[in-house]
C-alpha cells in the first residue's frame, strides 16, 4: 500500500494513524512531479489533493473514504465500534469535523500575515471555526476517547484537526483555542501522549516546522 502526501496534512495523517493502529506495513511519498497538481499526480488523484492511495489496483482519494476502505480489508483491531449507534456518533464527529471546523479555519490561511489581512474574512473563519469547536465539543462522548473507550477513526481525525486549530489560532492571539471547550482541551491532552496520535502529532509538528523553515529560507 502506498499513501502520497506529506505528514503535516491532518488528512495524510488521519490515514497514517489508522494503518498505524492497525499495524499495516505502507509507503509514503510526496506527490510525484512536485505537486497535487502537476501532471503525474493528476492521472493517481484527479482532484488533485492529498492523500490519495494506491493499493494494488485499488486507487482511492479522500481521506475518509481511505480509512473506511483499511477499516473494512483490515478488520484486526477495529476502529469503528460494534453497536451501531456508535458508529454513527463516530462518523457524525468526523462529518462536524470535516466540514464545520476544517472548511472556516482553512480559511483563515490567506488571513495569518497581520499585514494584508482582511478583517471581515477573518472574523468571519474565527467565528465559524469557534461555532465548530462549540458542535465537536457537544458530540465528544469523552476526554480520552471521541467515543466509547477505545480509539476509533474519530480519534484518527479529530487530533490533526485539533493540531491546526492551534497553530491558525494563535496568529489571531488565541494562544489557548481550545480553553473554552473543556471536553476538547482534556481530549487534546490525551491524544497528544496517546502511544499512535502521540507520534503522529509529533511527526506533523516536525514535518510542518520543516516545511515552513524551508519557506522562509
Not at 37 to 63: C, F, H, Q, W
Not at 101 to 110: A, E, K, T, Y
Not at 131 to 140: H, N, P, R, V
Request: hydrophobic content about 40%; charged content about 20%.
Amino acid at each position: 500500500m502506498k499513501i502520497y502526501g506529506p505528514s503535516f496534512s491532518p488528512f495524510v495523517s488521519r490515514v497514517r494513524a489508522a494503518l498505524h493502529h492497525k499495524g499495516v506495513a505502507y509507503e509514503q511519498e510526496l506527490p510525484p512531479g512536485g505537486s497535487t497538481r502537476s501532471e503525474d499526480y493528476l492521472r493517481i488523484n484527479p482532484i488533485g489533493k492529498v492523500p490519495a492511495m494506491v493499493d494494488g489496483g485499488v486507487t482511492l482519494p479522500e481521506s475518509e473514504v481511505i480509512c473506511e476502505y483499511i477499516e473494512e480489508k483490515f478488520p484486526q483491531k477495529p476502529l469503528l465500534p460494534a453497536d451501531l449507534a456508535a458508529r454513527g456518533r463516530v462518523r457524525l464527529i468526523n462529518r462536524v469535523g470535516d466540514i464545520y471546523i476544517v472548511v472556516p479555519m482553512f480559511s483563515l490561511f490567506p488571513q495569518l500575515n497581520p499585514v494584508t489581512r482582511q478583517k471581515a474574512l477573518s472574523d468571519t473563519g474565527l467565528a465559524g471555526t469557534r461555532s465548530g469547536l462549540a458542535l465537536l465539543e457537544g458530540f465528544m462522548e469523552g476526554e480520552e476517547f471521541a467515543v466509547g473507550g477505545e480509539l476509533t477513526l474519530a480519534d484518527c481525525a479529530i487530533p490533526p484537526i485539533l493540531f491546526f486549530v492551534h497553530y491558525i489560532m494563535s496568529h489571531f492571539g488565541d494562544s489557548e483555542p481550545l480553553a473554552g471547550y473543556p471536553k476538547l482541551d482534556a481530549y487534546w491532552w490525551n491524544m497528544s501522549k496517546h502511544q499512535i496520535c502521540g507520534r503522529i502529532l509529533d511527526d506533523m509538528d516536525t514535518t510542518f516546522k520543516a516545511m515552513l523553515a524551508a519557506r522562509a529560507s
